[in-house]
């Protein structure tokens, strides 16, 4: 993308850990905030790295929430017929034990129509939020490499 990696440090370290996460930014006025306060710190390749940044972790979190969609699916499957509030407690202790054991199990594989709906999720996401077309561009070019480096770094680490 060619965004200078001093720059992209430090916005990534500007998104993550400091004030925006207080912005709420998964909504449009929060991420509209981050976006302006990344440009007045950083120019137009700021707002580039922050608008990037923000399009790989709206994708990690579709990931993420795929996988814990399909572990809560197996375990609900595993618990049919047990009467309902003994159902709930234990489906609270196992969720929340493979929750904690996933980067130990066979890491998580999406299938084509998971990754292809996380694909239309990510451009309705991008569009409501103006993102350049640079950068959707850019995303969707590679795509199929930001999905395999997530799933990497989701397997070397918790969800």
Known sequence: MGINQHIARAINIFVDAGEIHDWERNKLHGYKMGALKAYQLYGEEGLRAYHLHQALDYIKERISGFSRQSIFGEISKNLAGIPRVKRKVLMKVMLKRAYRDMPK?????????VIDQIRRDFIRWAVYRD???GIINFVLYH?????????LEIKGSNI
């Open 105 to 113: 199990n066979k890491p998580f594989r999406l299938n084509q129509s």
């Open 131 to 133: 993102l350049p077309e």
């Open 143 to 151: 795509f199929g490499e930001i999905i395999r480096d997530i799933l």
